[in-house]
């Protein structure tokens, strides 16, 4: 809290043991002090959110940029994301070989762009499914963000 404005929690605050997981959100309950914690007078009982997974994201700005996965096991072209774009932000991805090769059919040319706010989009490729020959292996994914923010990915 603000000192200058005499917040409950402006002297201390005492975190629960784990953030509860409410619907899309992380909730923090926290007992704050405006004083020393032994002031019984003072205290009060606050509750903090957070966007799952928000605890940091990776982003970028109005230049796009670009990051590669590690390997991942991926069965299906189908990435849930936890993204927020801006008003002319995406998200776009697409699947790479273990030496980095673009897989046929999964460009980011070929991927219907995300853009919104959401903690669970599915991210796809106009491809519906992973050919039988491109099912073994291990891939990773290039992700392309511009005025974007990405909190998480999950590959399936």
Same mark, same amino acid.
């Given at each position: 809290?603000?000192?200058?404005?005499?917040?409950?929690?402006?002297?201390?605050?005492?975190?629960?043991?784990?953030?509860?997981?409410?619907?899309?959100?992380?909730?923090?309950?926290?007992?704050?002090?405006?004083?020393?914690?032994?002031?019984?007078?003072?205290?009060?009982?606050?509750? !903090?959110?957070?966007?799952?997974?928000?605890?940091? *994201?990776?982003?970028?700005?109005?230049? &796009? %940029?670009?990051?590669?996965? $590690?390997?991942?096991?991926?069965?299906?072209?189908?990435?849930?994301?936890?993204?927020?774009?801006?008003?002319?932000?995406?998200?776009?991805?697409?699947?790479?070989?273990?030496?980095?090769?673009?897989?046929?059919?999964?460009?980011?040319?070929?991927?219907?762009?995300?853009?919104?706010?959401?903690? !669970?989009?599915?991210?796809?490729?106009?491809?519906? *499914?992973?050919?039988?020959?491109?099912? &073994? %292996?291990?891939?990773?994914? $290039?992700?392309?963000?511009?005025?974007?923010?990405?909190?998480?990915?999950?590959?399936?």
């Amino acid at each position: 809290g603000d000192l200058e404005q005499n917040e409950f929690d402006c002297g201390s605050i005492h975190t629960a043991v784990a953030p509860v997981v409410v619907g899309d959100e992380l909730f923090f309950y926290y007992g704050g002090a405006r004083g020393r914690y032994l002031n019984p007078r003072h205290h009060a009982i606050g509750l !903090a959110k957070l966007r799952l997974d928000g605890f940091c *994201s990776l982003q970028a700005g109005n230049k &796009e %940029g670009w990051f590669i996965s $590690r390997r991942e096991s991926l069965k299906q072209p189908v990435v849930t994301i936890n993204a927020r774009t801006g008003p002319q932000g995406s998200v776009v991805a697409e699947i790479l070989d273990r030496h980095n090769q673009v897989l046929p059919g999964f460009s980011r040319e070929e991927c219907i762009p995300f853009s919104g706010d959401a903690v !669970a989009y599915e991210l796809k490729w106009q491809t519906k *499914s992973m050919p039988p020959d491109l099912m &073994e %292996g291990d891939k990773k994914i $290039r992700f392309f963000l511009k005025d974007a923010d990405l909190y998480s990915y999950l590959p399936h």
